[in-house]
Nanobody
Framework: QVQLVESGGDLVQPGGSLSLSCTASGNIYIINDMAWYRQIPGKQRELVAKVSMNGNTNYIESVKGRFTISRDSAENTVSLQMNSLTPEDTAVYYC???????????????????WGQGTQVTVSS
């Protein structure tokens, strides 16, 4: 099995910075895209930023220039550096990874999208 464990959520004042981290462990053969999503109660979960296996990144418009996603393929981690935070960034942030795993005792692989447990980011004075 595969697990994603997040860390870094906290309460921060408007204009402040926060860094989130997520580590994948378990039966991992290849990690394709890694991403951060966020969700506000009563709203759909939205993609915040994504980084591909070759390092290409994508961001939603509202975080461009403020957030930076990065990954360490050797450590199976993805990070999200968030600067100039506003109250509108308050949400539960979820790590997501598209992972290919090996099927035990076979030559087969399977692919699945995994989620972390979520970490609360609150931006408030």
């Amino acid at each position: 099995q595969v697990q994603l464990v997040e860390s870094g959520g906290d309460l921060v004042q408007p204009g402040g910075s926060l860094s989130l981290s997520c580590t994948a462990s378990g039966n991992i053969y290849i990690i394709n895209d890694m991403a951060w999503y966020r969700q506000i109660p009563g709203k759909q979960r939205e993609l915040v930023a994504k980084v591909s296996m070759n390092g290409n990144t994508n961001y939603i418009e509202s975080v461009k220039g403020r957030f930076t996603i990065s990954r360490d393929s050797a450590e199976n981690t993805v990070s999200l550096q968030m600067n100039s935070l506003t109250p509108e960034d308050t949400a539960v942030y979820y790590c997501n990874a598209d992972i290919i795993s090996l099927v035990a005792h076979t030559a087969e692989v399977y692919r699945h999208s995994y989620w972390g447990q979520g970490t609360q980011v609150t931006v408030s004075s």
